[in-house]
């Protein structure tokens, strides 16, 4: 993949002989069996769930983070709203970032990769069906909206309160009807394990798979008894959400896949360990008034242009 669009905007640019302006998402060059058609967002996630169990989805704040997880192996990546919030607005995931925000940072991974993107929509914005639709045609393949008040807290944290199960419900029926195919993943998020305990979060569940979920976000469970008595009587694919320094251990795989999880989501781990590798060059040049010290922790020029695709001039 070379990229050659010095001198352009990104809405300009052209990747592999086709203009971004033709196509507003990154899905060129993956066609079915008609030559003509592209495959859509929501068919690729699909695609990539059904190639890999659990499939392993992988946290992006930015397109260069995105293309970093797609040299990697990745099949799917995952845009989080606390990421969003964290690393392009510098605030606590509280709920002050709107869909505008994160839109900006979806279209960017979009145009530039391949991958299906899963998005974070919080609790919808007030208007679930206009998320699910901005979403999608900035060629998002999924996205997932959760049970928590508007005045959301990270999934993780103590003193999460929640919206009636028949609030929630209508959510996903207007995220459902902004779809825009069959194939576009809606998936649900239930912060209730924490709060009324796992039956009652699979109760939630199973009443937001009856109004149109294509899938069920499981947040902050303990052990993997509580994932599978998830997967046992919930019928649709199931997340485990493995972020770091949260209520949920850090399971292996494998572990995952005797409980019958059907994706293992990692939604900040290369943006924490890249804020803590920057601070600690920060601190050293501070420090040493030189980055000697820290020179060698660094990426290359070369390994930057070979994640780019770039072919500098010789």
Known sequence: MVWSGRGRSPSARTRAGTSFISFPFALLGLFVANPFTVSSPGSLFRAALAAERPLQIAGAINAYAALLAQRAGFRALYLSGAGVANHSYGIPDIGDTTLADV?????RITHRVDLPLLVDIDTGWDDPATAVREMAAAGVAAVHIEDQVPAKLCGHLPGKQLVPTAEMVARVKA????????????MARTDAAA???????????????????????????HTLDDFKKFTAAIEVPVLANLTEFGRTPFFTLEELRTAGIAMALYPLSASRAAAAASLDVYSALRRDGTQQSVVAKMQTRADLYKTLGY???K
Do not use: H, N, T, W
């Open 311 to 313: 072919e500098p001039p």
């Open 175 to 186: 995220a459902v009807a902004g779809k825009p195919d069959r194939d576009f993943v809606v």
């Open 103 to 107: 839109l900006i940072d979806a279209r």
């Open 195 to 221: 709060v009324e305990g796992v039956a009652a979060a699979i109760a939630r569940a199973q009443a937001y798979v009856a109004a149109g979920a294509d899938m069920i976000f499981a947040e902050a469970l």
